[in-house]
């Protein structure tokens, strides 16, 4: 057994793990994160994606003691006090969810994206998605998602830039 520490969606977590436990099955099956899905259990899907220190990963092909001392994000940290994120909001404005299994690995692949560029070209979310496998919605409708959450983040920051008040301590902090 080791004890590894982390940030899971902000909140520290100290927990103790076998050498041969994965990510995935910490995130689930240890700390009740079922957003993450399982799905082919090999890497090839894209349903257990997280972002680990910022760069979307798949949960399943990571053990849990190489998230020692780093910063984990699951779709749960994407809601800020009960408030959808601009992501989370785009994908269900755009139609973007049907069975809704692939949607949290989509929307942290994208979240991923947005943050490295939060003005991506069709191509480059085309890419940034490419590890996500959706068998429902095609991918046109995810693609208009994630450009409509581009759009909506610029927005809200010209609209901070005309605004008198300091932003809250939790603005951003989900959607940006």
């Given amino acids: 057994m080791h004890t590894i520490s982390f940030h899971v969606n902000g909140e520290p977590q100290t927990v103790r793990v076998a050498a041969t436990m994965t990510l995935l099955e910490l995130l689930r099956d240890r700390l009740h994160l079922t957003g993450t899905k399982e799905g082919c259990g090999i890497g090839e ?7 680990l220190n910022g760069a979307p990963v798949t949960a399943c092909l990571i053990l849990a003691v190489e998230a020692d001392e780093s910063t984990i994000e699951t779709i ?3 809601t800020r006090n009960g408030q959808l994120s601009a992501l989370q909001q ?3 404005d755009a139609g973007a969810v049907q069975c809704g299994f692939c949607t949290p690995g989509m929307i942290m692949s994208a979240r991923g994206l ?3 560029n939060p003005e991506p070209t069709d191509e480059e979310i085309i890419e940034a998605i490419a590890g996500n496998l959706c068998r429902c919605t095609g991918y046109e409708a995810i693609i208009d998602a994630i450009r409509l959450a581009a759009a909506a983040n610029r927005a809200r ?3 901070s830039l ?3 008040a300091p932003p809250r301590d ?3 902090a989900a959607d940006g």
């Fill in 114 to 116: 947005l943050r490295r």
């Fill in 90 to 92: 785009a994908f269900i």
């Fill in 170 to 172: 939790d603005e951003g």
């Fill in 162 to 164: 005309l605004d008198a």
């Fill in 76 to 78: 749960e940290g994407e």
């Fill in 157 to 159: 920051e010209d609209d």
């Fill in 45 to 51: 899907c894209g349903a257990c994606t997280v972002l």
